[in-house]
T-cell receptor, first 111, second 116 residues
Framework: KQEVTQIPAALSVPEGENLVLNCSFT??????LQWFRQDPGKGLTSLLL?????REQTSGRLNASLDKSSGRSTLYIAASQPGDSATYLC??????????FGAGTQVVVTP | ETGVTQTPRHLVMGMTNKKSLKCEQH?????MYWYKQSAKKPLELMFV???????ENNSVPSRFSPECPNSSHLFLHLHTLQPEDSALYLC???????????????FGSGTQLSVL
């Protein structure tokens, strides 16, 4: 059974520092890996989708890498801002289109 | 605004009540999903509808009953719930028919449900 783990569960950084969020998964037979952002009491916003054949995806200050063989993905957020404070979730797309989510990393960026 | 609208935003109900959650998507998508998000737990897939037919029922208790009258609307009917059913219920949609193996999901803001 696929398990998705996100470490750390929470972190706090001062504004301007780079953020590094980790995600690991146990079964490498995935179609893609996705990163989402969730603000308190809100739904999820899709940030990046990395297909299983890709190594990384970039969007603005966000960069996500994927190493399928080791079952790991890392989300980098450059030059963090207070507006980046949120919970970041990673999810892997298994066979039959099921998304398996991690529990998330809660990020606080202090001014 | 993601194009997926959920109502109500908040709902408090007793264990004997019957209520319904509503989801509407304005994106022309073909697949719609219900997810449950409990405190400190990963999101759990509950139901998937593709082209208005249910294609996934993820071992959800019968006190949760989904309905998809057309491709734009999805309901979750609730009856005889338990306090442990209190959670954020999220609706999502994706463009292609299920399984959407390489498509993004678009989520609504959710309904925060409290069962007393």
């Amino acid at each position: 059974k696929q398990e998705v783990t996100q470490i750390p569960a929470a972190l706090s950084v001062p504004e301007g520092e780079n953020l590094v969020l980790n995600c690991s998964f146990t079964d490498s037979a995935i179609y893609n890996l996705q990163w989402f952002r969730q603000d308190p009491g809100k739904g999820l916003t899709s940030l990046l989708l990395i297909q299983s054949s890709q190594r990384e995806q970039t969007s603005g200050r966000l960069n996500a890498s994927l190493d399928k063989s080791s079952g790991r993905s890392t989300l980098y957020i450059a030059a963090s801002q207070p507006g980046d404070s949120a919970t970041y979730l990673c999810a892997v797309m298994e066979s039959w289109g099921k998304l398996q989510f991690g529990a998330g990393t809660q990020v606080v960026v202090t001014p | 605004e993601t194009g997926v609208t959920q109502t109500p935003r908040h709902l408090v109900m007793g264990m004997t009540n019957k209520k319904s959650l509503k989801c509407e998507q304005h994106l022309g998508h073909n697949a719609m999903y219900w997810y449950k998000q409990s405190a400190k737990k990963p999101l759990e897939l509950m139901f998937v509808y593709s082209l208005e037919e249910r294609v996934e029922n993820n071992s959800v208790p019968s006190r949760f009953s989904p309905e998809c009258p057309n491709s734009s609307h999805l309901f979750l009917h609730l009856h005889t719930l338990q306090p442990e059913d209190s959670a954020l219920y999220l609706c999502a949609s994706s463009q292609g028919s299920y399984p959407a193996t390489n498509e993004k999901l678009f989520f609504g803001s959710g309904t925060q449900l409290s069962v007393l």
